[in-house]
């Protein structure tokens, strides 16, 4: 295959012109960032304050996309530099893009012509980014850049499609994005990489980790697991978001605890794996995303995260392996177990939630939580009709979304490029000369400015390794 340096190129660059024009057409500053005219009070009901009080979040929340997912997905041995380096144009390309959707679909039934652009702007387009780098995960390392951005762009379409169905439609309650974030992005991944589906990309060995990239990845779990409560609280304000920090917490602490025991008690000879522990660990704050402002107690939050973290972990040992052989569902990082999973149970945990929930319970609080003046069983109905929607929307979008990236005008990996970073970008340890790069297992030399394989190298002689003789006479010598 050929780099896909051109078409890679050529699409940013139109897609970044195209942006200017749109954003010049459509997008304008909120009035508390606009030009004073000298009335400086707000009408966005926040007083004034809305930098002060969502600019932390909005932040911890980057940190997350940036760090959080850049790193954890590092795991595979070959594959670091487009793991983290792909994950950062996705983030940027997203925010721009999402920005532009999330406004068009905000402008249904509105009388206004313009995208008003302000912090809670900028957090909803990281919303759109975590949903699109879930999904990346699942086909991670068997997709080409120009395939990733295509994606992307069909992805945030789906996603905002999904979300004004979700809430706006049906009303189902989502802080912490269970149903439209997490469940929506994995099984959107899910369904592109069942289209893309080859036998090769089971088989190959690339797919796997080493001790150093598996240090990495655990900074971004680390990463993500700190920040976790801002994601789940960041849309809400007063006693909802200190209460969803503090459920957030909770669920997470518990389910490391349960992820821990239940990691090594799966295991034959007893040990942990360090898959569990990068991706299990974090399934408590995907699962208590949809109650987490709601007042399902310290228990229950509790509850939520052992619930989740047993679940992610039976996911990864028993139920992955099955879907792949079975389905031919290949899952690169897992985010069915991580996401799609939890997701699913956070919406069935908030339907039981709201369906118990009543004014003497909450208080002053009920109609900030519940906004539609439904009775607590039909809203609980509502839970599990949005969680439907979305795995629904979600699967038919991420279909329709592998066909088209299954057309020939798009650059495929062939099997030698699978999970290796290559093909795309420049490998220090190769020098200058990156064609020299391994991508099939076989060693290389370059004859007459081609490159050569010239052996196995589980078999290659001494011969065939330069340098191996006077290693080992170094070596001897040093012994001595």
Known sequence: MSNTRGKTTGFLLVLQASFMVFFGLFVDYDTGAAARNGNVTKTDGHGGHELADYYPM???????????????MTFLKKHGFGSIGFNFLLTCYVIEWATLVNGWFGLIGSPSTKI???????????????TVLISFGAVLGKVSPIQLLIMATFEVVFYNLSFWVGVHVLGALDIGGSMFIHAFGAYFGLSVSRVLYKTHHTTNPKEGSEYHSDMFS??????????????????????????AVINTTLSLAACTV????VSSV???????????????TLAGGVAIGSSANLIIHPFGALMTGSLAGILSVL??????????RVFKLHDTCGVHNLHGL????GAMISSVVCAVASVEVYNDSYPVVFPHNRSPGTQGGFQIAGVVTAIAIAMAGGAITGFFLKLPIWD?????????????WQVPEWGDDSSLAPSDGHEYKKVDDEEVKTSDPDSASLEEKPGLEEEDAALQQSTE
């Open 266 to 280: 799966t295991n034959k000879k007893n040990k942990l794996d360090m898959v569990h522990i990068q991706n299990a």
């Open 412 to 424: 495929k990996l062939l099997r030698a490029e699978l999970y290796d970073d290559s093909s795309f």
């Open 258 to 261: 349960v992820t821990f025991a």
């Open 342 to 345: 939890p997701g699913i149970l």
């Open 116 to 130: 008003h652009v302000n912090i809670l702007t900028l957090l909803d387009a990281d919303f759109a980014v975590a």
């Open 58 to 72: 909005f932040q911890d929340v980057h940190v997350m996309m940036l760090i959080g997912f850049g790193f954890l």
């Open 315 to 324: 996911g990864f040992r028993y139920i992955q392996p099955t879907l792949q």
């Open 218 to 243: 655990m900074i971004g779990t680390l990463f993500l697991w700190l920040y976790w409560p801002s994601f789940n609280s960041a849309p809400a304000l007063g006693n909802e978001r200190h209460r």
